[in-house]
Every structure is written in C-alpha cells, then in structure tokens.
C-alpha cells in the first residue's frame, strides 16, 4: 500500500522558512517522481515543485522559483520542502503526492490528473 506522510507544517511570520517533509513507503522511491502541491481556500490545488524518479531534476512553479527547494533522501524514503523568504500567499495546506505517470509538467499545471497517491496535507499559515 502506498502512503505518503507529511509533517512540518506551521505558522511561521512573513520573511520566515519551514521545512516540510514527505516519509513515503509502499514503492521503490527511485521508480516515482514525488511533487508537493498546495490549495489556498477557494482554490485549486497547484503544483508547487517537482523532483524525478530517473535523475532527480527538479522543477518549481514560478512563484516558489528561487525560494523553495526540493530534495530527497533516498536512504530515508523521504522527500523534503525547503521553504525560505515566506509570503502570506503561501499559506496553504501543502500535500506530497507520487505517482508512476507523475510527471512534473504539473508544476505549470500539466497532468495533475494522472496522480493517484496523496498525503493527508500539512497547513502553512504565514502572517504579515
């Protein structure tokens, strides 16, 4: 059974950094591409980064571009969310997600339907 476990979340001032982590299990963790999506109140859930399975290339929404980064530890099973220099607009509940026909392309809103797996989602409040 594939499951996906987030934690990390919080409420964290404007300017501040989180990490989110992603404890995956159920499938060989190279043969998945894992992305972290996130849903605003009254809004659709968006792709925010990306990392493969093949090479581990990383892909980011623009609007995280250059403050939030991807990464994974192989050996732990689990996929992280550095997330630095925080907006109000990222509050959100953030969820990992993974799939074998996951591809990254959803980061600019591409194939979001194909994603079968999910985690329960961890909220992300920043205050102004």
């Known amino acids: 059974e594939v499951q996906l476990v987030e934690s990390g979340g919080g409420l964290v001032q404007a300017g501040g950094s989180l990490r989110l982590s992603c404890q995956v299990s159920?499938?060989?963790?190279?043969?998945?591409?894992v992305a972290w999506f996130r849903q605003a109140p009254g809004k659709e859930r968006e792709g925010v980064s990306c990392?493969?399975?093949?090479?581990?290339?990383?892909s980011y929404a623009d609007s995280v571009k250059g403050r939030f980064t991807i990464t994974s530890d192989n050996a732990m099973n689990t996929v992280y969310l550095q997330m630095n220099s925080l907006k109000p607009e990222d509050t959100a509940v953030y969820y990992c997600?993974?799939?074998?026909?996951?591809?990254?392309?959803?980061?600019?809103?591409?194939?979001?339907?194909?994603?079968?797996?999910w985690g329960q989602g961890t909220q992300v409040t920043v205050s102004s």
């Open positions: 997600a993974a799939d074998p026909y996951l591809m990254c392309t959803v980061v600019r809103g591409i194939g979001k339907e194909l994603v079968n797996y």
């Open positions: 159920g499938f060989t963790f190279e043969s998945y591409a």
């Open positions: 990392i493969t399975s093949e090479d581990r290339t990383t």
